[in-house]
T-cell receptor
Framework: DVKVTQSSRYLVKRTGEKVFLECVQD?????MFWYRQDPGLGLRLIYF???????EKGDIPEGYSVSREKKERFSLILESASTNQTSMYLC???????????FGNGTRLTVT | AQKITQTQPGMFVQEKEAVTLDCTYD???????LFWYKQPSSGEMIFLIY??????QNATEGRYSLNFQKARKSANLVISASQLGDSAMYFC??????????????FGPGTRLSVLP
């Protein structure tokens, strides 16, 4: 079974802090994704990566950056956290040829 | 324009009965895939079932089946013999094309299913 692991289930940070959300997958998938999920807005793609050191902006990249130094790890970085970044963050992975997205358990981030 | 429409924001079903969750999609790409995900209150997204646009038969996975009507562009999820643990949000999703390049994977707004004892 594919396993996608997000480092934190719940996170509380202060405005202005730099925040790292980590995601690791164990199935050698080429693609990795970061989504945020908000009530009434559904899932929105922040960034995705199709290879090591490669990244592409999704629909809402502002205020975020990503890092993929190793194939199995994809990090989402909030350079200076703001209250409007309070959300559920979901990491996912897939193979290049369009397998289902496999998701981690999610990180519920609160910025105060 | 919405690529995935789920017209039922919420649904109730009695335990042990079958339920159908609606999904319609919009694409001009002849190659696409349709997916259903379950999201319990704990938050994780669980992949349930997949249907490819060229698949001749409807997909089935245990108690889940996908009623694929290509001409109508609908991909309804049927859950047979509902259980209390089926209470969750259900998302229909589509990948346009064969290769996954991130932004071609779109989700519907979801349907909240509540199973009544």
């Amino acid at each position: 079974d594919v396993k996608v692991t997000q480092s934190s289930r719940y996170l509380v940070k202060r405005t202005g802090e730099k925040v790292f959300l980590e995601c690791v997958q164990d199935m050698d998938h080429e693609n990795m994704f970061w989504y945020r999920q908000d009530p009434g807005l559904g899932l929105r793609l922040i960034y995705f990566s199709y290879d090591v050191k490669m990244k592409e902006k999704g629909d809402i990249p502002e205020g975020y950056s990503v890092s993929r130094e190793k194939k199995e790890r994809f990090s989402l970085i909030l350079e200076s956290a703001s209250t409007n970044q309070t959300s559920m963050y979901l990491c996912a992975s897939s193979t290049f040829l369009g397998s289902p997205l496999h998701f981690g358990n999610g990180t519920r981030l609160t910025v105060t | 324009a919405q690529k995935i429409t789920q017209t039922q924001p919420g649904m109730f079903v009695q335990e042990k009965e079958a339920v159908t969750l609606d999904c319609t999609y919009d694409t001009s790409d002849p190659s696409y895939g349709l997916f259903w995900y379950k999201q319990p209150s704990s938050g994780e997204m669980i992949f349930l079932i997949y249907q490819g646009s060229y698949d001749q038969q409807n997909a089935t996975e245990g108690r889940y089946s996908l009623n694929f009507q290509k001409a109508r562009k609908s991909a309804n999820l049927v859950i047979s013999a509902s259980q209390l643990g089926d209470s969750a949000m259900y998302f229909c999703a589509m990948r346009e094309g064969v290769v996954d390049y991130g932004q071609n994977f779109v989700f519907g707004p979801g349907t909240r299913l509540s199973v009544l004892p």
